[in-house]
């Protein structure tokens, strides 16, 4: 599948809030998983991983059929009991150049995934390593965080949250967060001309037309 660089640029640029003001239908995983290791923003492609509960042997195939603009979904049933992940596979996916890593469960060896650097969003943070059975399959639709997620669905996560987008309706969501955008600074505007608190969001006005 070939990637859109400069819509993954475009994507990136906004907060995972702004681009749900954009958005028509929701898709936003659970606020359970969230970001681990530092505070990044990421925006890329689904790679989706369908496990069973409490096996990963097949997430280190996943790691090698990654690809440079990347997100590799573990969707790991919400299991917090055992890790899906862990540093050295933060340091192999890095080196494919994926750009991070969303498990429905937990993930261990924090100290290394924050030395690798390599974005990691997860339920948990536990210590036992979870079963390597092979099972499970890569580059299918899955469930991840409440959330139905294909491959090559576009990802963004940040502090925020998570929300998954479709490709095709990515040019009107940006028309519509970049509105709500611009309305917001107008009424900031507004705020700071006429000294008043204005905690509704002003609609732009729309230019006078010239007789």
Known sequence: MEKNWSLLEELAKYTVPELCDGMETYRIMDWQIKPWVGR?????????????????????DAICAAKKGDVIVIAGKGDCRLSYWGDHRSLCAGKQGAVGVIVDGAFRDLEGCEEEGFPVFARAL????????????????????????????????????ICVLKEE??????????????????TRQEME?????????????EPEKQP
Not at 42 to 60: D, Q
Not at 170 to 181: E, F, G, Q, S
Request: charged fraction near 20%; charge should be positive.
């Open 169 to 186: 309706e990515v040019p009107a969501i940006l028309i519509r967060t970049r509105n709500k955008i611009r309305s917001q600074a107008y």
């Open 126 to 161: 536990t210590c036992r390593s979870a079963g390597k059975a092979k099972t499970g399959a890569i580059g299918v639709p899955v469930e991840c965080g409440g959330v139905t997620v294909c491959p090559g669905d576009l990802i963004v996560a940040d502090v925020n949250g």
């Open 40 to 60: 990044p923003r990421i925006a890329g492609y689904a790679l989706t991983v369908e496990v069973p509960a409490g096996e990963s042997g097949i997430v280190p």
């Open 193 to 205: 001309r006429t000294g008043k608190v204005i905690p509704r969001i002003l609609p732009v006005p």
